[in-house]
């Protein structure tokens, strides 16, 4: 704060760089206000969410819904354990493990989890629906091929921030690599490995809730199902069931966290 | 040091935690087991030479992209659709998420001053916690549905459901910002007589602004992210290019798209975390 000129003036830039953005962005964009707010979008509106507060009831259909719930959540849980073990079996050759590693495929490993890491789930359940069709199977390998990425990244960052000490005693006696990480480095990350697959459960758990939307099963695909088909009964209950899976995931997660922090 | 296989080992070398291992293994294998139902788990059919044959052409159609210029151009004007939804949302949500994150943060409450907040004060508090909370809680997906439903498809539903998700996001965590800074210098000014928004703008935003705007930069790289996942239900923008390549079995539009939203997510990723640091 000693050049207060300095820093008002970049921040002036920042904020007229911004205010430039936001303004071309909503010039650009062929937005139709007139019919977001028309007495017919209202009254769509209007009808829409009086149809809402009607949910359907009736046990055939809650005890589908109540399937596809389970289904969401085996599918999250797999598509992470899946992916908790790509991630780990890359995040080896993409972290340098002590300064005299050449780590040679550290740089191709971590374009690839890259790649995996920064196309959406969604994404990658559109692609996958066309070689594993339609269901649960696409949504879950999708999770599984993300997910890969985004820890398989976090694991190798473990990897290199964990304490040498363990790993080099190990090395300097003419430990074999493999045993040196399961040994001396593996112990001391676990937790944290625990603990980051943990909470990417908990972003799949909702990411898996939408997935069927573009086919990918789950409380998705019949969210797709019964709106295209203008049920909307049944619209209400599904949205009803999704609030409340990632409203219980929150809770648990937050309830989770209280008690380990303890 | 290791005992070569097969030679049985001494009782004191025996691992302790064996048996604990073997049991966990094999409950999670259990758990598991309905997982792999439930899911269908069936990988192999995409190993059937029908659905590998598809999937072939498919691929095998990815390389090389499509480069050609009408079609980049296409490709760049959708791109700035992305970025322009995902900013006009963001946009729309600091409209939402401001007025909702000062009405809720109780350190603002002139009534708590001496201690206990009034019923009255204390329920508005919780009633805008809970409406932002359903603002959050219904993914953009699902916003971009109902609003493609309302107004039909186009860049004006992904606009919607980024302003509503990301203005509930936006107002719970600047809600959370805010109560968690010192409170003395803001007590202060409105024990002294200070409005509101007096010792908002003079005591509490100066304390937290830093934080606030770093938060705002990452939600922003989020919202580009996610207003090209909503182009799949037809909100516009990129994503809704690279569903109708997709449904027309078109590889090479599919991967010239898949590079450039790479690029862009990666673009945007830079710059965010550089604003950042600047701004920290």
Known sequence: MNRPSGVSCSACWFLAGLALLTAASFWTLDLQWAKFLSVDAARKMGRFLAELASPSIDLPFLRKLLWASLETIAMSALGTLLAVLGGLALALPASRTHAGDRALWRAPTRIVLNGLRSIPELVWAALLILAAGLGPLAGTLALALHTTGVLGRLFAEAIENSPSGPAFALRVQGVAPGRVFLYATLPQILPQLVSYTLYRWENNIRAAAVLGVVGGGGLGQMLAFHMGLFHMRETSSILIAMIALVTLVDLASYLARRILQR | ?280
């Open chain 2, 1 to 280: 040091m290791q005992p070569a296989a097969g030679t049985p080992i001494a009782p004191e070398l025996r691992d302790p935690a064996w048996i604990g291992r073997v049991f966990w293994f094999l409950a999670a294998l259990v758990l598991l087991a309905p997982a792999l139902v439930l899911t269908e788990f069936r990988p192999w059919t995409m190993l059937e030479p029908d659905a590998l044959g598809s999937t072939a052409r498919f691929v095998g159609d990815f390389l090389p992209p499509k480069i050609e210029p009408e079609f980049l151009l296409l490709v760049a004007r959708e791109c700035w659709r992305t970025v322009a939804i995902a900013t006009a949302g963001m946009a729309l949500a600091l409209l939402i998420a401001i007025p909702l994150a000062l009405v809720s943060t109780s350190v603002l409450s002139v009534s708590a001053l001496p201690g206990r907040t009034h019923a009255l004060p204390f329920a508005l508090r919780q009633a805008v916690r809970g409406l932002l909370i359903v603002l959050r809680s219904v993914p953009e997906l699902v916003w971009a549905l109902v609003f493609v439903r309302v107004v039909g498809l186009g860049p004006t539903a992904g606009v919607l459901a980024i302003a509503l998700t990301y203005g509930g996001m936006l107002g719970k965590v600047y809600g959370e910002i805010l109560e968690s800074e010192e409170r003395q210098a803001t007590h202060a000014l409105l024990r002294n007589g200070a409005g509101r928004l007096q010792a908002f703008f003079y005591a509490l935003l100066p304390q937290s602004a830093t934080e606030l705007t770093s938060y705002t930069v990452y939600r922003w790289e989020c919202a580009i992210r996610s207003s090209a996942v909503l182009g799949f239900v037809g909100a516009g923008g990129l994503g809704q290019q690279m569903d109708n390549s997709m449904k027309m079995f078109q590889g090479s539009e599919v991967a010239t798209m898949l590079i450039v939203f790479m690029l862009l997510v990666g673009l945007a990723d830079a710059a965010s975390a550089w604003l950042r640091r600047v701004i920290a």
